[in-house]
């Protein structure tokens, strides 16, 4: 079975978010289930710079992309058992960072046709067609128009898998023709609100669709969480599934983790413990054992729950607590958070941005960790915290829903602290009642280590995409 992954970014090579992650790891998890996976990204101008010194040329040819042939590079490299084709173009894709872009719409439609054309030109022929988020929605409505003839097509099928429906890559009526290459026959089917949504044309014309929760692929399915396409999702539900994301347990393991002060694991959780002492030494908080810890890794967005904690924190702060912020985002927040780390020096840090080693070392410092989303497809965070056995503290929402069972005091069960209503105060009630049995040290040992328990691997998802695959192969 021959997959190809076609997304706009991957770990270690460009990352932003979860795509990022999910992309770095699902192909490794797919070759041990004996699934042979190439994925094709885009050689952006911030690769780090050592990996490009590895890339080899491997092929050149050219596009047609508005009025204009475009040149289309492949360079290849074979990265821990995958192997990694990269489109080059300087015109789109030599900048920094990888998306805000004025081009954007037509960067990533030029990046699916690029896609297509390198995979002739190289002489494969695969089974899946595999492509991730709007950025490569492109894929499967390319497929079934301008490629449906080409013989290396003649038995490929598509996947498109919706990491987040929220960004659906809508443009001017104009990209049909100009960029599409497509007439008005075809906008029925990417037409929104007088516009051309590329999710759209994935979601109609893929022959699977996957969202990266099993809840999530039920709550888009709604008007609240459809994003305006839940009537489309709704018609075809038949071939969504939703499968959880895992982590790469390998980089994200307390027991090996080079990046933390301590490691540790389920059976030494003492040396936690230490993790945190030298968390509040680091970022110069009085280290108190007894002072619960409550960690926030984060995208600053409305979607996270910023909101709800605006209106409790002050509330919450007049417990005895500390509270760790990491990220960066829409200034509001940004300020918010800044003027809270002044306000309660000895109780608030934050850190705007994003530092890798400071990111784990909360992962393992803190107590708790917040996630009170308003939506959230599949959350990666409360994942990686609970392999450290750090608590989750999480709305019911999506995957968090999926991953996340609240505790039970009389039964012992559970791995987290969950609130099901988008609401400050039973956020409010929520951090009360996780900070009281953290004075409860049984009930603490017990919850770290049946978050420790769960199966935050890829193993299992890994094995469901395959059965995916298998099932449209046998179709065709």
Known sequence: MKVAFIASEAAPFAKTGGLGDVIGALPRALAKEGVEVSVFLPKYGDVPKHFQEQMKKIKETETEITWRRQYVGIEGLYHEGIQFYFIDNEYYFKRWGLYGYGDDGERFVYFSKAVLEAIKVLGETYDILHAHDWQSAAI???????????????????????????????????????????????FNTLEFHGKVNLMKGALQLSDALTTVSPNYSEEIKTGFFGEGLDGVLAEQSHKLHGIVNGIDVEQYNPKTDGKIFKNYDANHLEDKEKNKEALQKKLQLPQKE?????????????????????????????????????????????????????????????????E???????????????????????????????????????????????????????????NGFSFAHYNAHDLLYTLRRATAFYHKPEVIETLRENAMKVDVSWRKSAREYHSLYRDLIQRR
């Open 290 to 354: 007894a002072t619960p810890v409550i960690g926030l890794i984060s995208r600053f967005v409305e979607q996270k729950g910023f909101d709800l904690i605006q209106r409790i924190i002050y509330e919450v702060l007049e417990e005895d607590l500390q509270f760790i912020v990491l990220g960066s985002g829409e200034k509001k927040y940004e300020d918010f958070f800044n003027h809270l780390a002044s306000d309660f020096p000895e109780k608030v840090k934050v850190y705007i941005g994003f």
């Open 140 to 186: 499967p409505l390319f497929l079934k128009t301008h490629y449906q003839q080409e013989p290396c097509f003649e038995k490929t099928r598509s996947v498109f898998t919706i990491h987040n429906l929220k960004y659906q890559g809508v443009f001017p009526y104009e990209v049909l023709g100009e960029l599409l290459g497509l007439g008005p026959e075809h």
């Open 356 to 414: 890798e080693t400071l990111a784990r070392e909360i992962y393992a410092g803190s107590d708790f960790f917040l996630m009170p989303s308003l939506f959230e497809p599949c959350g990666l965070g409360q994942l990686i915290a609970m392999h450290y056995g750090t608590i989750p503290i999480v709305r019911e929402t999506g995957g968090l829903r999926d991953t996340v069972t609240p505790f039970n005091e009389y039964t012992g069960e559970g």
